[in-house]
């Protein structure tokens, strides 16, 4: 079965859930480390797994022939089957309620929380919401929700509006987005999405100039770099969102700086300064 945007029914898919376990194992970890040229030093069996790392855990397991065309598992199973061409992790919430530690067994639970459809300027699209929590032997660990929106392809890419870095900024990063590191990424996520590493695929079929900088790994990113600059500090709250694709032949810049009520805003941008995901980190009380 194959649903378009007015196909949807809400009451079909709201309130859907399902459950996995996974454990938490050292390699995953260590391998994202490296990937991103960060210390493994810390990465030991019951060791803490740094925040939004958990995003190499409960990884769809789905065999290459169920694969379709664009490399995502096909429509279906737990999310809604929507026809839409393109279908994107627009952003999220997370708020990190105790430390996951590496060699632990963790359940997740996950529940569709909001569908919605409606007729954009650019088309037809649907907007989605699954909210995941986490529980490990301490108890609640991770509560999640992450906006999925699905959309129509367009016949060209059209860049959005310009997004200035903001002139308060109190640092800025260079950090190097190259399809080596897009492919080690979709790899250790079991992402196959073709947009991150096919690039006459990217370019011919989905009309993008480039390959696709993913989302999760600029959340990734921001985060490190709010980290990098606020050692020591305990993160309670993080909030991501894209504002524009970042690609592969882009310089990546990641920028950040504190609001008046404490919390750190940080930024990932393009050659241009042009802002492709923000996100703001909350701190939580020191344990």
């Known amino acids: 079965m194959s649903s378009t945007a007015r196909d949807i029914d809400v009451n079909d898919w709201v309130g859907r859930t399902e459950q996995t376990s996974d454990v938490l194992h050292r390699t995953p970890a260590r391998a994202l480390a490296l990937t991103l040229d960060q ?10 797994l740094p925040e939004l790392w958990h995003w190499l855990y409960f990884l769809p397991l789905v065999p290459t022939s169920q694969l379709g065309v664009d490399g995502h598992p096909r429509r ?13 992790w627009a952003g999220g919430r997370v708020a990190f309620h105790h430390d ?67 002139a308060d900024a109190e640092w800025t990063d260079e950090q190097q987005v190259d399809p080596v590191l897009l492919f080690r990424f979709s790899a250790l996520t079991f992402n196959a999405h073709r947009i991150h590493y ?38 309670g709250r993080y909030a991501y969102r894209g504002v524009r694709p970042l690609f592969a032949h882009d310089r990546c810049f990641v920028s950040g700086w504190t609001t008046t009520d404490g919390h750190v805003e940080v930024v990932t941008a393009n050659n241009d300064r042009d802002v492709a ?11």
């Open 39 to 48: 210390p493994e030093a810390d990465l030991v069996e019951g060791g803490r």
């Open 198 to 235: 096919d690039l006459p695929y990217a370019v011919q079929e989905e009309n993008y100039p480039g390959l696709v900088v993913h989302g999760p790994l600029q959340a990734v990113l921001l985060m490190q770099s709010a980290r990098r600059h606020h050692p020591g500090r305990r993160v």
């Open 100 to 166: 996951l530690h590496l060699g632990e067994p963790v359940t997740r639970t996950s529940e569709i929380v909001f569908v919605d459809s409606k007729q954009a300027k650019s088309g037809p699209m649907v907007l989605l919401t699954v909210r995941h929590t986490l529980m490990s032997p301490q108890g609640l660990a991770v509560e999640e929700e992450q906006d999925i929106v699905y959309l129509s392809r367009p016949s060209s890419y059209r860049a959005p509006p310009p997004d200035p870095v903001s």
């Open 76 to 88: 279906g199973g737990f999310l809604p089957p929507v026809s839409l061409e393109r279908r994107m």
């Open 277 to 287: 995901m923000r996100a703001q980190v909350t701190w939580g009380a020191e344990r």
